[in-house]
C-alpha cells in the first residue's frame, strides 16, 4: 500500500512539473510591445487608416471638414471620374437605374446626368414619371455609361440604330461602361460585348448574350475590361459598390455601402432560379415570353413586308 501511494505521489510531481514548464515557456514568449498595443487600439475603435500607415485619432477627426474627411476615407482613385449618365428611356425598371444612381453618386465630386432618346417626361416600368434634362443629342462624353433594363421597349431598343450608334460613340471614350439587368440586351446589340464576359438578368441568359457574341457569366455581376454588367435589377447595386472599391477604394467602397446602410437580409430565400419553386420560374418565364411576343411578331410582319 504504502509503495502504491508512493508511486502516485511521484506521478503527480511529474504532472506538476511538466504544467509548471508550459507555463514558463507561455510566459517568456513575446508580448505585443506597446506600439502593437496602439495598432491594436487604433484598430478596435475604427480611427482611419491611410495605405501609408497614417492614423488618425478621434481628435484630430474632429477637427476636419465634410469635404475633408470624404477626401480621407478614399486612396487615390484608380481613374478620375467626372461625368456619370444613365440613359433612361420609356419602360425602363426604376431600380435598375436609381439603385446604382445612390451608389455611384457616392463618386464625388462628379456630374450625375440621366439621359434620354429626348428630353421631357420619361416614363418607368412602374408608371413613373421622370422629368430628364439632357438628351443623347446633348451628350458626347461619358466617364461612366450605365444602361438600365426592361422588357418589351429594351427590346425595341436593340433595333433603335441611332440610340445604338450614340452607345458605341460615347463607348470609344468611357471609362466604364455598365449594363443591369437586360441592358445588357441594349449593350450587347451595338456589338462591344462580342467576345466579352457577361451576365444579365436570368430570363434565357445564355441565349440572349450568345445572340451578341458574349461569354454568360452565371454571377450577380462580372466586368471584362472596362465593361461592368449584372443579373438583373437589384444586382446593379451590387455591381456598382464593386466599382467603387475598384475605383475608389475599400475605404471609401465602406462608407458608401454604410451610408446607403447596404446590409441585405431577405425575409426567405429566392430571388434567383436555382433558389425559387419551379414552377414559380416557369410561370414568371411564360410571363416574360408573353410581354415579348407582341413585339417580336410586329416585327417579324414588317420585315415580311419589306
Not at 453618386?105 to 434620354?116: D, Y
Not at 436555382?274 to 411578331?297: A, G, Q
Amino acid at each position: 500500500m504504502k509503495k502504491l501511494i508512493g508511486i502516485i505521489g511521484l506521478f503527480i510531481i511529474v504532472i506538476a512539473c511538466k504544467q509548471t514548464n508550459t507555463n514558463t515557456k507561455n510566459t517568456t514568449e513575446k508580448q505585443p510591445t506597446t506600439t502593437e498595443k496602439e495598432e491594436k487600439a487604433v484598430t478596435k475603435q475604427g480611427y482611419i487608416s491611410k495605405p501609408n500607415g497614417t492614423a488618425y485619432t478621434t481628435k484630430e477627426l474632429d477637427t476636419m471638414s465634410h469635404d475633408k474627411l470624404m477626401m480621407l476615407m478614399h486612396e487615390p482613385p484608380r481613374d478620375t471620374i467626372k461625368t456619370i449618365g444613365i440613359l433612361i428611356y420609356d419602360g425602363y425598371y426604376m431600380l435598375d437605374a436609381m439603385g446604382p444612381m445612390s451608389v455611384l453618386s457616392h463618386m464625388w465630386p462628379t456630374k450625375k446626368m440621366l439621359i434620354g432618346r429626348k428630353k421631357g417626361i420619361i416614363t418607368s416600368s412602374d408608371n413613373v414619371k421622370t422629368q430628364v434634362d439632357y438628351s443623347i443629342h446633348d451628350i458626347d462624353q461619358l466617364d461612366i455609361l450605365l444602361i438600365p433594363g426592361g422588357v418589351t421597349e429594351t427590346y425595341k431598343a436593340t433595333k433603335d440604330k441611332e440610340l445604338l450608334d450614340w452607345i458605341k460613340k460615347i463607348d470609344q471614350n468611357s471609362k466604364y461602361t455598365m449594363s443591369v439587368c437586360t441592358g445588357a440586351w441594349i449593350l450587347g446589340a451595338t456589338g462591344v460585348l462580342e467576345g466579352k464576359k457577361a451576365t444579365t438578368n436570368w430570363y434565357k441568359a445564355e441565349e440572349k448574350l450568345a445572340q451578341y457574341g458574349a461569354i454568360f457569366q452565371k454571377k450577380r455581376f462580372t466586368n471584362d475590361g472596362k465593361y461592368w454588367t449584372s443579373a438583373g435589377v437589384s444586382a446593379g447595386i451590387d455591381m456598382s459598390l464593386a466599382l467603387i472599391d475598384h475605383v475608389m477604394g475599400r475605404n471609401y467602397a465602406s462608407f458608401t455601402a454604410l451610408n446607403l446602410e447596404y446590409d441585405p437580409a431577405p425575409p426567405f430565400e429566392g430571388g434567383h432560379p436555382d433558389k425559387t419553386d419551379p414552377v414559380i420560374t416557369y410561370m414568371t418565364e411564360k410571363m416574360y415570353d408573353l410581354s415579348l411576343e407582341p413585339t417580336i411578331k410586329e416585327e417579324k410582319n414588317n420585315s415580311s413586308k419589306n
